[in-house]
């Protein structure tokens, strides 16, 4: 899979998760939330293979992604 390809896709994936927080109420929701979530993960270990990415931002239960919201506004690093 080419670059653009790939970036396509994942852009794809966090729009619909970001869109699936939203039709349960989390309505301010971004993509690029959801991007800096899952890949917060990635910043010791660096990135995985393919399908590792798919799979956590598929799997990011809401719980997370507000924990990592808050912890992010506690730091200062808000998106």
């Given at each position: 899979?080419?670059?653009?390809?790939?970036?396509?896709?994942?852009?794809?994936?966090?729009?619909?998760?970001?869109?699936?927080?939203?039709?349960i109420?989390?309505?301010?929701?971004?993509?690029?939330?959801?991007?800096?979530?899952?890949?917060?993960?990635?910043?010791?270990?660096?990135?995985?293979?393919?399908?590792?990415?798919?799979?956590?931002i598929?799997?990011?239960?809401?719980?997370?992604?507000?924990?990592?919201?808050?912890?992010?506004a506690?730091?200062?690093?808000?998106?």
């Amino acid at each position: 899979m080419k670059d653009e390809e790939w970036i396509a896709t994942i852009e794809s994936l966090c729009e619909s998760k970001a869109g699936e927080f939203r039709l349960i109420g989390y309505e301010h929701v971004t993509a690029q939330e959801v991007w800096e979530c899952v890949s917060a993960a990635y910043a010791k270990t660096g990135e995985p293979a393919m399908h590792q990415v798919v799979n956590d931002i598929l799997s990011l239960k809401v719980m997370k992604f507000m924990n990592f919201m808050t912890i992010s506004a506690y730091r200062g690093t808000q998106f």
